[in-house]
């Protein structure tokens, strides 16, 4: 089986390079190999729910939220930069004095770029390149000594004003710093009457929910789905000051969400997945709703013009209509 960057990130280990120890893992997947490294010494943190759950079922310990020192922390590399920044300084400051940081990457997301960075305030120990992978490691100096670069890099992940908006957000979500164009032609395209109990699926951080909160006010419940659990936190704080009856789920969609409990349901689907395009995941959020829409319930939805949709729409539901399109995206209205 080819190798990962999950299981790329064990290789010291697997080599006798360092002694695997009580470790945490940042931002990583499951592995067979990560498991046979550091067995139960190994604890996850996770906010994207698929992922969360493959750890899960793998045995390993995980949570959504890391906390205390460890004596090795693990570090794999995203293709967002600010986030990786944020990340790797948080993983250092999860360090014991004199604990060990590893770090991996994909040479593709720039994984030299990142080890230079730190060369220029902590001294790097070692480094391994394998399967278009690059893994590299330094330790903790001791207690107060630790170079302002790190506290800087932290607060890449604090909560930043998106330009024009009232909304906050931060790098590492879909769309952190802007309106997702097809996001915004979806809500210039919504039809008048959305009511009753609503459904966002593939929620992020509140621009939909936010949006049909301040122009529908028949709403009566209005439930956001959202797989990765630093957007959903913050549409949490985005949808704060409406007020109104919301509830937010930790949730891999394509897992379903209940059946026949709403009158509608709104999505930009997502369809990419590890950087590749994906259909399959967006035809599973649009069967996921069709399952729970009411009779006579509506599904909005957005998507790119090349997207196929319309076959998995007119198998799912009795009418299928184009609401609106553009050069890039499409709007369509389904009624079960």
Not at 15 to 20: D, H, R, T, V
Not at 54 to 61: F, N, S, T, V, Y
Not at 188 to 204: E, H, N, T, W, Y
Request: glycine fraction near 10%; aromatic fraction near 10%.
């Amino acid at each position: 089986m080819p190798q990962t960057v999950y299981d790329v990130i064990a290789l010291p280990f697997e080599e006798g390079l360092l002694e695997a120890r009580p470790a945490f893992l940042l931002r990583g997947d499951f592995s067979p190999v990560l498991r046979h490294s550091f067995g139960a010494q190994l604890v996850a943190e996770q906010t994207y729910r698929p992922a969360y759950e493959r750890l899960e079922a793998g045995g390993l310990p995980v949570t959504a939220h890391l906390e205390g020192s460890y004596d090795v922390g693990l570090c794999v590399l995203t293709p967002h930069r600010q986030e990786n920044y944020a990340n790797l300084a948080r993983a250092y400051r999860h360090l014991a004095p004199g604990g060990t940081l590893v770090c991996a990457g994909q040479n593709t997301i720039g994984a030299a770029t990142y080890e230079r960075a730190i060369a220029a305030i902590a001294a790097i120990e070692g480094q391994l390149s394998k399967a278009k992978c690059r893994v590299f490691w330094l330790r903790r100096g001791p207690a107060g000594a630790d170079h302002p670069q790190w506290r800087e890099w932290l607060s890449l992940a604090d909560p930043q004003p998106i330009a024009g908006t009232p909304f906050v957000s931060r790098p590492g979500v879909f769309s952190w710093n802007r309106i997702d164009p097809g996001s915004q032609f979806l809500l210039d395209s919504l039809p008048p009457g959305i009511d009753g109990a609503v459904a966002d699926l593939g929620a992020g951080w509140g621009f939909l929910a936010a949006s049909l909160l301040q122009r529908y006010d028949r709403i009566r419940q209005l439930d956001l789905f959202e797989a990765e659990k630093l957007a959903l936190d913050l549409a949490e704080v985005n949808l704060a000051p409406f007020g109104r009856s919301v509830g937010y789920h930790w949730s891999d969609v394509r897992a379903g969400i209940g059946r026949g409990k709403y009158d509608w349901v709104v999505t930009n689907p997502p369809f990419h997945k590890e950087g590749e395009q994906d259909i399959d995941l967006g035809v599973a959020f649009l069967t996921v709703a069709a399952e729970a829409l009411r009779g006579g319930g509506r599904l909005v939805c957005v998507a790119n013009r090349h997207l196929p949709y319309e076959r998995t729409l007119r198998t799912a539901f009795s009418e299928v209509s184009l609401l609106a399109e553009n050069r890039s995206f499409k709007v369509l209205l389904a009624r079960k």
